[in-house]
């Protein structure tokens, strides 16, 4: 049996089961050993669980159903081994409009119409959760993420900088980075990506299928002992304060404590003086709830690529989702834990537009969006 | 690690695209308009690559961003040494898709472990509609020499018309610095893991030639075969001795 295992993560507040898991020694009381590697993009990331050097990977959601579907690289079919969090990414806006009075998407897309420059967007990944959000959000608010505005790929660490720097006017990123923003006056939170859809999925554990078709034990392990460690997160206000502890250190995020550790309890301020407790923060389990591998979860982020072109004809949705999320390793995982699975595959959700989500007939879903029917070109970056 | 992301005629054809279409017009002219309106053939291939080098990001922590300062140098040295032309060395920020647009390379070269690989992602994602496969560098080539390139870090995407014979020369110049470099690194790296063991074993003596009255010999031996019985390094059982040391 395969027993150590080469994981990769990127330096966010959510990576937090991994690192915890093996902080805390939860991978060897499973019989395996996790070697963390601190990855600088997700592009990066991706080649390294492509060319074996990573067996599995902290990865956006979208970006794992992105190589499925071979959206700018090579088809490979891939695995969702587990779900790794909920909620707690967010849509950050520059203070220049904040001070301008646009504080909602409503006001946005007013300012939008009404401005003769055109606005910039960033998130972090073309096919990533970021990215899905963020259009959503703007269309949404009625504003054409692809027409309207112009959309850019930044790297995380660099957003709070290019909105202080007034290159971009807000952006879509995961913690710590909105909180950064907020901490150092570049910007406020316009919408959090729970706002947005309540309990979204968040970073999946992603590996290439072969990986996952050769070393199921190995895989069965590793989702076991991240089941303990997202739930010991989960067990107290305590352990979530020793998780950013953790997390602030320069081998993991290298971010301030402080830019961590509120929103990891849910507590949110969004730079304009309002402060609240948030009833859907980042979560890590949910008494497992987080973590199951929902297919509803994996076939949404087809229907965004397909919504907005990145996919050219519909899939099977049902069918590759039910090939990419591992549901039956998850279940025998969850018995190792001693976490209960759901029995249902599907689950549903009432989105930011009011649209109910719920997995039973993709085709309806997205041709119900006003935007119409999906386009055939895709515009990304345009500048125009 | 190196990643070689080549890009080759995309952006001279595409005029039909709104990405590119400021550049499109100042660089479009003779056959590569006419095929950006529709006729087969491909255009010529230029006769000297050109080639961007983008560097590192800020703000990715004092020494990591030293160390891909370093790897960016030597990189740059090692391709104007072999006589290709870099036309630029771009700074890995917000503009880089728009500079790229203008400059039109036919190969950008990115240290791959720089946080900017997302932005030439999104270059690969929006320019992808264009009339060229983007086929990775392992379907042109002799499969042994690279999956050696792939264990060393290199990971390209290559255009349909930009024949292979003329990226493996320059892939094997990025490479043979890349690993000197790297080699340079390790070795620096080992010396000072081998210095700094060194003087905890120096300290760990001290600690037991005081407490427990051994000479320098002893004290050694002691320290040799508790790292023996406990598997362990001899420094980090010297690092044990000074921690308990501390806490005393």
């Known amino acids: ?384 | 690690m190196l990643a070689i992301i080549i890009m080759n005629i995309s952006w001279r054809i595409s005029v039909a695209r709104p990405y590119f279409c400021y550049a499109s017009k100042k660089y479009l002219s003779g056959p590569e308009l006419a095929y950006s309106q529709g006729m087969k053939s491909p255009p010529p291939v230029p006769r000297t690559l050109r080639i961007v080098v983008v560097n590192t990001a800020q703000g990715a922590g004092e020494q990591a961003a030293a160390a891909q300062a370093r790897r960016n140098t030597a990189l740059r040295i090692g391709l104007l040494e072999s006589g290709y032309d870099i036309v630029a060395s771009l700074p890995a920020d917000i503009f880089l898709p728009e500079r790229i647009a203008q400059i039109q390379p036919d190969m950008i070269i990115i240290d791959s472990e720089s946080a900017a690989r997302d932005v030439l992602e999104h270059i690969v994602i929006a320019t992808r509609d264009e009339p060229r496969p983007i086929v990775l560098f392992t379907d042109d080539q002799d499969p042994s020499s690279m999956d050696a390139a792939i264990g060393a870090g290199v990971s390209a995407y290559i255009v349909a018309g930009l024949q292979a014979e003329r990226v493996k020369p320059v892939l094997d110049v990025a490479l043979a610095r890349f690993r000197r470099e790297r080699k340079l690194l390790d070795e620096l790296s080992d010396t000072r893991r081998q210095l700094a063991d060194r003087k905890l074993v120096e300290r760990a003596k001290g600690v037991l030639m005081a407490r427990s009255g051994l000479n320098e010999e002893e004290a050694y031996r002691k320290l040799r075969s508790m790292a023996m019985n406990r598997k362990l390094r001899l420094a980090e059982v010297a690092q044990r001795v000074l921690d308990v040391e501390d806490l005393l």
């Open chain 1, 1 to 384: 049996m395969k027993n150590i295992i080469q994981a990769g993560f990127m330096p966010l507040t959510d990576c937090a089961p991994l690192i915890m898991a093996s902080i805390l020694g939860l991978d060897e009381k499973h019989g395996i050993k996790l070697a963390l590697s601190r990855e600088h993009s997700w592009s990066g990331m991706r080649d390294r669980l492509l060319n074996g050097s990573l067996d599995v990977a902290h990865v956006l959601y979208g970006l794992i159903y992105g190589v499925e579907m071979g959206i700018g690289t090579r088809a490979v079919p891939m695995a969702v081994l587990m779900n790794l969090s909920r909620n707690g990414q967010a849509i950050t806006l520059s203070r220049a409009l904040g001070e301008a009075g646009v504080t909602d998407g409503a006001a946005l897309a007013a300012q939008v119409r009404r401005s003769r420059r055109r606005f910039t967007f960033a998130h972090t990944f073309p096919t990533g959760n970021h990215a899905m959000f963020l259009y959503y959000w703007l269309a949404a608010s009625g504003i054409d993420p692809l027409r309207d505005v112009r959309m850019a790929t930044v790297p995380p660490g660099q957003m709070a900088a290019s909105l202080a720097a007034g290159h971009i006017d807000g952006f879509c990123a995961g913690e710590p980075w909105g909180a950064r923003a907020v901490l150092d006056g570049s910007g406020f939170t316009a919408a959090t990506s729970q706002d947005i859809w309540p309990d979204h999925p968040g970073k999946a554990l992603g590996a290439t299928a072969a990986f996952a078709d050769a070393h199921p034990q190995a895989c069965r392990s590793l989702v076991a002992a991240l089941l303990e460690a997202a739930r010991w997160i989960e067990a107290s206000p305590l352990h979530r304060d020793a998780t950013a502890e953790v997390l602030a250190s320069p081998a993991y995020v290298n971010a301030g404590r402080a830019a961590i550790a509120a929103r990891l309890h849910g507590i949110y301020e969004d730079g304009l003086g309002r402060r609240w407790q948030d009833p859907d923060p980042l979560r890590f389990h949910a008494g497992g709830e987080a973590n199951f591998p929902w297919l509803s979860d994996g076939m949404w982020f087809m229907t965004q690529h397909r919504r907005w072109g990145l996919l050219r004809d519909d899939p099977d949705y049902y069918a590759v989702a039910a090939r990419v999320n591992r549901v039956g390793l998850y279940r025998e995982a969850a018995v190792l834990a001693g976490v209960a699975a759901p029995a249902a595959l599907l689950r549903s959700s009432v989105l930011i537009d009011g649209r109910i989500w719920n997995g039973r007939d993709p085709a309806a879903y997205i041709s119900a969006f006003a935007n119409g029917a999906p386009r055939p070109v895709f515009g990304h970056g345009a500048p125009q």
